[in-house]
């Protein structure tokens, strides 16, 4: 049987106390350590390099989604929560499992048996993003915190898509072009061609080429993308 280090992040002592009992049953979950802020659940991380974090996400001052943007975790996530929507908005991917408060037996059992089968567990989500939400999301190989507004262009790459930002990053990200066309707000963000979406916030210039095709030149982007024909009316429409 495998252990795994454990580390209890929660504002409410009772909360984690509650919880703490309920994994009493479960031998393999050993808590090295709990707290109840951000200071010290980054303090708990450094000391003990826990293998699972069970990481309240509304805490006073700074979230749990703060702390994950503060440092890097390789290990497991379940988030704790009492607010479901919250919850399921900022939920992607890459997290073992959420829990909602009051934490049920049964839940947390499978959410544990998803922890030794390897199964990520990934809600269907279907919420419309608005231009000010953030996304708590796997780009590459690190979980971050993705900021709608902030993102310039996506670019189909098979069967993910890389994202483009404004603030110098890029990576690669499990979601097809058709999830994005369908969440992302349509009053900021345009198809401009089959492998290509892009914030119009960060249009520069459209130029048209000799096969009457466009360059659509992005603030930050040394290359221009290409619109297709098919697009353009659309793009024209969408800018006024």
Known sequence: MV???????????????FLKS???????????????????AKSLIKMHCPDLLFLDIQM????????????????????VTAHDSYAIRAFEVNALDYLLKPVLPERLEIALSRLESGQIEIPSIDLKLNYDDRLFILMGSQMVFLEISKILCIQAE??????????????????????WDERLPQSYFC?????????????????????????????????PLLMSRRYARVLKSRMG
């Open 191 to 223: 198809r401009i061609h089959r492998s290509s979406i892009i914030n119009l916030k960060y249009v520069t210039k459209i130029e048209k080429e000799y096969n009457y095709d466009f360059s659509v030149h992005m603030h930050g982007m040394d290359k």
């Open 158 to 179: 098979g069967d993910y898509s890389m994202v483009h930002t404004s603030d110098n990053r890029k990576g690669l990200i499990s979601k097809s072009m058709k999830e």
């Open 3 to 17: 252990e795994y280090k454990a580390i209890i992040i929660d504002d409410e002592e009772l909360a984690r106390k």
């Open 22 to 40: 309920l994994l009493m049953e479960h031998p393999n979950i050993k808590i090295v350590g709990e707290g109840g802020n951000v200071p010290e």
């Open 60 to 79: 006073p001052g700074e979230t749990g989604f703060d702390l994950l943007d503060q440092i890097k975790f390789e290990g497991h996530i379940i988030f």
